[in-house]
Nanobody
Framework: QVQLVEAGGGLVQAGGSLKLSCAAS???????MGWFRQAPGKAREFVAA???????TYHADVRGRFTISRTNAKNTVYLQMNSLKPEDTAVYYC????????????????WGQGTQVTVSS
């Protein structure tokens, strides 16, 4: 059974940093990995994604502040979040797509349970 387990969420002041991690129990090399977030009352939105080879793409709102990376030997993907803003507050989800790197929610086959990130002003 495929599992994605996120960790690293929490409460941080605006301007601070957090690093999320996601450990995956799947054939890591066969999947692009992504991070999404969902704020209360809003739709889930794409944040960042990375392919096996290490290329990445970001939502415009986080580009330059967030960095996605993966350690293939550990089946783990990370999201380093710097210069956090109150509008970054959301539940953050890790996801795996059995295809090329994609920003589309429907392309992701597996999802983690989510981790809460709260940024205070």
């Amino acid at each position: 059974q495929v599992q994605l387990v996120e960790a690293g969420g929490g409460l941080v002041q605006a301007g601070g940093s957090l690093k999320l991690s996601c450990a995956a129990s799947l054939t890591f090399s066969s999947y692009a990995m992504g991070w999404f977030r969902q704020a209360p009352g809003k739709a889930r939105e794409f944040v960042a994604a990375t392919r096996w080879s290490g290329g990445s793409t970001y939502h415009a709102d986080v580009r330059g502040r967030f960095t996605i990376s993966r350690t293939n030997a550990k089946n783990t993907v990370y999201l380093q979040m710097n210069s956090l803003k109150p509008e970054d507050t959301a539940v953050y989800y890790c996801a795996a797509a059995p295809s090329t790197m994609t920003t589309m929610t429907d392309d992701y086959a597996y999802w983690g349970q989510g981790t809460q990130v709260t940024v205070s002003s």
